[in-house]
């Protein structure tokens, strides 16, 4: 490929629209959805908007932004963690959500007396405030909150 025909593929590749919208919902393992979706609510206020119809052992939260959050029993007492070497340190347990909130203080708070494993609020400057938990499942998620609503 001559030089004037990649210049031409990447300006095609920059103007280009990806294919892919945004993430429409997400899906967690849970071990006891009843017994999840109180905690959900309790703690992360969210609202369960459906038991799906595949299924009593599924269900919808909605977050406040109105993206869906389904929570399905597992049968592997599985989370949706994994274990990586790139970014905290060697063998770092990743979570494999950041949710952004408008008041991370009371959310900390309010996980705080979930009694679940919550860590300290971290000021990462520019990027914002940001936590990690886990639910009663051992999910691990980052909690986010823009800079600008610090």
């Not at 004037?4 to 629209?17: A, D, P, V």
């Not at 052992?57 to 977050?63: A, D, E, G, R, V």
């Not at 994994?82 to 494999?96: A, I, N, P, R």
Request: aromatic share 10%; net charge negative; charged share 30%.
């Amino acid at each position: 490929m001559n030089e004037e025909s990649l210049k031409q593929k990447e300006q095609e590749i920059q103007e280009s629209k990806p294919l892919l919208k945004r993430v429409s919902h997400n899906y967690l393992p849970v071990t006891d959805l009843k017994r999840a979706l109180e905690w959900y609510a309790k703690y992360l206020g969210l609202k369960q908007v459906l038991t799906t119809g595949r299924s009593e052992y599924s269900s919808i939260l909605i977050l406040g932004n109105g993206q869906w959050l389904f929570l399905l029993e597992s049968k592997s007492n599985k989370n949706a963690n994994f274990v990586t070497d790139h970014w905290e340190g060697e063998d770092y347990e990743m979570f494999s959500l950041t949710f952004e909130t408008d008041d991370i203080i009371k959310l900390h708070d309010s996980l705080r007396k979930s009694g679940t494993h919550v860590e300290s609020i971290v000021d990462h400057d520019g990027c914002g405030l940001q936590f990690k938990f886990k639910d009663l499942d051992g999910n691990k998620f980052n909690v986010w909150q823009d800079p600008d609503k610090n």
